[in-house]
């Protein structure tokens, strides 16, 4: 076990939350509550994927790497009252980067080289400290990882330890070496290949709360983001997911069922009739389908008893290739690609993540399983709700195509005739999804409470539309006066969601009012400064 740590002194909790709203938030300049909760309008579209643009340029500027994860932390996570929703300030709160072990190639390995290999330090750093900012202590936030000792100093994040107070553990030794109590182990009813994991405390304790943040880079899987990044809360030995399809992993016997090769073999059979693409392509390692199908149905294993409270890709810079080997004289190379994707959905987000990186994601085999064992209800990235996020917290739902794609080249299912780096872009031919329609398109319209309320001096309105159609939602005061104007002109149908700043507005009450087609409504909400 590898450890660095140093400790801050708890940071007092302010109090007196207001009433008739539970959540708190400091864009709305409330004091604290006493539980840790995601923004409302995250939690109750847990099928959306949000898309935050950063403007960072050059990934040496640690500065702006480190606002960029501020500026992320501070408009998703938010203090409650509600204990049903929220989690207790002083419960554990587990963070995995993606903190893959670079190697020690003696061609090209350089540490400004290699950055995008794993997620950024400094960006890790900025995310803390806005969870710090709501009354988080740092002796309850755990950096945990099995993967990558060398990133504690090439990678920085011993440094970044000390600076932030944050427990960071990279520990590699296998089960044996590692005392039971820094050990969760958990069934997996309905594994295909586990039937039992160990996950690397505390990550699975009861209470505890997961923020997994993983990279924006390509792999031999395609990419490697949120649902693989997550197998490094494993275990040593139990992480290597993408070993042969003939290997047992060099782990307990007793921990995987009985007829794990026989069922991954039938159901590798089953899908390349059924034509998941690249299936076909020969091999037991994940340089073929049946090596692939192996992989993919050890890391739905672990995704189906793993539940982070949020899912993000760091994307302030991406990275094609294969960690340190790529097509650039052989080398991988790093992109600005200034974004971060982020959902509760693991597969959408990911799914989303290969589109913008330029691939066709129906094009890999991981969303077909996914698909299949119901841990994701969407297939084609354009039927997934994307919504632009931006620092106040404002969601605008935004078509997928209208942001910019990354071309990064992986070295996936290479097949007959195409260049070893190449991208998986072929044009895919969706099915119809029945639960996509409901995801992406509510049945009604609907104008919700605004919330906080009372507030100040910001507050989000939140509205439903079941047709694309003008709009027009503005601000009048108790004498019926308009003071704001805050949507207006033609939006898409699903939900929307809007901040408010009262600014230099007296305390009182004020009425907002939404119209669209023969829809119209108003609620009331109070200003209290």
Aim: net charge negative; with cysteine; hydrophobic share 35%.
């Amino acid at each position: 076990m590898i450890t660095r740590r140093t400790f801050i002194k708890n940071m007092s909790l302010a109090s007196g939350a207001l009433v008739l709203n539970p959540f708190n938030h400091r864009l709305f300049g409330n004091t604290a509550g006493q539980f840790f909760a995601l923004h409302p309008f995250i939690e109750n579209n847990p099928d959306a994927v949000f898309i935050m643009r950063t403007n960072v340029d050059s990934k040496l500027n640690s500065d702006a790497l480190k606002q960029a994860g501020l500026d992320f932390g501070r408009s998703v996570f938010m203090n409650t009252d509600d204990e049903a929703t929220g989690t207790p300030l002083d419960n554990a709160f587990a963070i995995k980067p993606n903190l893959t072990s670079r190697g020690t190639w003696e061609r090209g390995y350089t540490v400004e080289g290699t950055m995008g290999v794993i997620t950024d330090a400094h960006f890790v750093e900025g995310t803390i400290e806005s969870m710090k900012e709501i009354g988080i202590s740092s002796d309850n936030i755990a950096i945990r990882e099995v993967n990558g000792t060398e990133n504690l100093t090439d990678g920085g994040y011993g440094d970044m330890a000390d600076r932030t107070g944050a427990d960071v553990q990279i520990i590699p030794t296998p089960i044996g070496t590692i005392s039971e109590n820094k050990i969760q182990w958990v069934d997996v009813p309905d594994g295909v290949w586990f039937n039992r994991i160990p996950f690397l405390d505390p990550v699975h304790r009861p209470g505890s709360w997961l923020l997994n943040i993983s990279k924006f880079k390509t792999h031999s899987m395609g990419l490697t983001l949120c649902a693989k990044n997550i197998q490094g809360t494993i275990a040593a030995k139990y992480q290597q997911h993408c070993t042969d399809y003939n290997s047992k992993m060099s782990i307990n016997a007793d921990h995987i069922n009985s007829d794990a090769f026989v069922k991954i073999k039938a159901n590798y059979d089953r899908h390349v009739a059924d034509g998941v693409p690249r299936w076909d392509v020969p091999g037991w390692s994940v340089a073929g389908g049946l090596g692939m199908e192996t992989w993919a149905s050890r890391c739905l294993d672990n995704n189906s008893v793993t539940k982070p409270g949020l899912h993000v890709i760091e994307g302030v810079y991406g990275r094609d290739g294969d960690f340190v080997v790529g097509p650039h004289d052989g080398l991988a190379m790093d992109y600005m690609t200034n974004v971060i994707i982020f959902g509760k959905n693991a597969f959408n987000v990911d799914n989303v993540g290969h589109w913008l990186a330029g691939h066709e994601p129906g094009n890999f085999g991981l969303f077909h399983l996914a698909l299949e064992r119901g841990l994701t209800s969407v297939l084609n990235p354009l039927d997934i709700p994307i919504y632009e996020w931006k620092n106040d917290s404002t969601a605008t739902l935004t078509p997928l195509d209208s942001f910019e794609r990354t071309l990064l080249v992986t070295n996936y299912l290479q097949k007959d005739g195409e260049e070893f780096w190449h991208m998986c872009d072929e044009p895919f031919l969706y099915p119809t999804s029945i639960e996509a329609e409901k995801i992406q398109k509510p049945s009604s319209y609907v104008l919700m409470q605004n919330y906080p309320n009372p507030f100040n001096p910001s507050t989000t309105i939140q509205f439903n539309l079941s047709e694309n159609g003008n709009v027009k939602l503005d601000i009048f005061n108790s004498q019926g006066t308009v003071v704001d104007v805050l949507a207006e002109g033609h939006f898409s149908r699903g939900s929307h969601m809007v901040v408010w700043n009262s600014k230099n507005l007296p305390s009182g009450t004020y009425f907002y009012r939404l119209r669209a087609g023969a829809f119209n409504q108003t609620r009331k909400m109070l200003l209290l400064k």
